[in-house]
Structure formats: structure tokens, C-alpha cells
């Protein structure tokens, strides 16, 4: 007999809409931790994950802890892709382990991050960053991804062993190959399917489907968000985005995606998009459902 689907087991029909509102960066400035909480308190974002190596992150966590009830997850980070506003690995600054770049931060992009560090690094970074927002008080539910890179299959399997370790949910959505040429991996697409094929195999949960592409100007992101509400199918969804409160903080760190932060954080604290997720029959869950099924 075929395995029951994650969304039964998480008590819904499989021709349920079930949708994970996720909130992404939490930590990386104060204008994100003011967002991003006040979304999660506004009630259609259900969840969201801090990056630990970030300047604003004891915020985040001084913030959480007034609330514990919030579903936060680790934002797990080898990267950090803004030109002058920039992290450190938080478990070596040894130039061997090939975390840092020129300037002695992370490095700006996947590929980079990719190419130069090593697995044993990649998990000892990945480690502390997990134990680090325990030790700083939170509860967290889930690991995730900054910029996809601790998924690439150099790192990917080390970051379910993590997972499986401290006992939450991985995010890690089912993929097909459009998925993957759409992400630009077209050229990586027979490895990615038989390595998720196996994952799925040993009883890892998926999800069905996955909506990442908010990060837009988008003039009336209400307007917006309500399409994409509409077009959410039936599974199991993760659907991201990035509130941030405008600030003269946010406008230096980001100056090209202040604006569009700061319509999300309108957004997802506007009652008609409240209204969109009822009328569009969503049902809103967050990581810790996932983590208490898998770990009982």
C-alpha cells in the first residue's frame, strides 16, 4: 500500500489547499524584525526563520521571546549577497574551511559559496548556526535555506542529517524538471531528480509545490498576492516572501529591493489580504504541525 501523503497526515484532504506562509530574513536588519513580527502577529504569515549570522539577530530572538508562541525556524546561511552590508561564518575564520571571502565575510553567491567551501565546514557553520538560536531561547521548528545554497547536492544531504539531528522539519519542496530549468538548474536536473527521489524514499517530507518568486515591484502587492492566492493549488504549499518596514536602514543596507520589502510588509498586514486566503479556501499551517507529526 502506497504511504499516506504528508497533507493527510497532517489531517487535511489531498484536495485540500493547505499553504505554508513563510516570512523569510528575519534577523538581517531592525526594519525585518519590525515587518516581520508584526506580520506574524497579523495572523496570515504562519511562520518564518532568523538568519543566526546576522547583525540583528539577538533582536529577533529578544523579540521572539516576548511571544514564544511564534513558529520560527533557522534561515541556515552560507551566503551574504549585499555589497556593503555584510556577515561572518559564526564557527571559524580559518581561511582552509573556504567560508569567507575576500573581505571576510560570506560569500556573495551560491556559486561562489558552492565552489569554495567544504562539507565539514558547511557543517560545522550549519551546526552552530541551529544551536546558536536554541541557546539565544528559541524554539525553533524547522531549517530552511538562505538563497537555496545549503540544498545544493554538495550540501544537501548534510543539511537533512542536521534536521534529523535536532529533531524539525527540513524545507524541501518536490521538484520537477520545469522547476529546475525555471531556477536555472536545467543543466543539474537528472542529479537533483533521483536525489530527491531518494530522499523522498526514506521517508523525508516533501512538499508539493512552492511560490518564491514575490521579490517584485509590483505596484499593488495586494492586488498581487490575492492572484497568486487564487492560483495556489491543491497539496501542500510553501509560499515565501520578505516583509520589512521602510527605514533610511533598510534604504542603505538594500536600496534596490527596500520598496518591494516594505510592500510585502503592507501586504500580509492589509485585512483584504486576510479576506483572499478565506475566499480562496486556504488553509494556513505552519512548520511546527510538520515537526511535531514527524517528531511525536
Known sequence: MADIPLIEKLGFDVKDK?????IDDIGFSHSSNLGAFECLDFGVASCGS???????????????KKNPKHDIGVHLTLTCEYELYRWRAISSVDPATGLLDSEKSLWRTTEEAVANITPKAAENEMRMQIQMAIDAGINITHIDSHMGTVMDPKFIMIYLKLAREFKVAPFLPRVSREDLISLGLGDQADIYLKMFAKIEESGVPLLDHLVIDTLGPQSNKVKYYCRRFSQIKPGLTHFL???AKMSPELQA????????????????????LKECAEENDLNIIGYKEITDLTYP
Request: proline fraction near 9%; avoid cysteine; aromatic fraction near 18%.
Open 18 to 22: 493547505v499553504v505554508i506562509f513563510h
Open 50 to 64: 532568523i538568519i543566526t549570522t546576522a547583525p540583528w539577530f539577538l533582536e529577533a530572538a529578544s523579540i521572539y
Open 241 to 243: 516572501f520578505h516583509p
Open 253 to 272: 543596507i538594500t536600496p534596490d529591493s527596500a520598496s518591494w520589502r516594505n510592500k510585502d510588509y503592507e501586504a500580509f498586514t492589509n485585512p483584504r
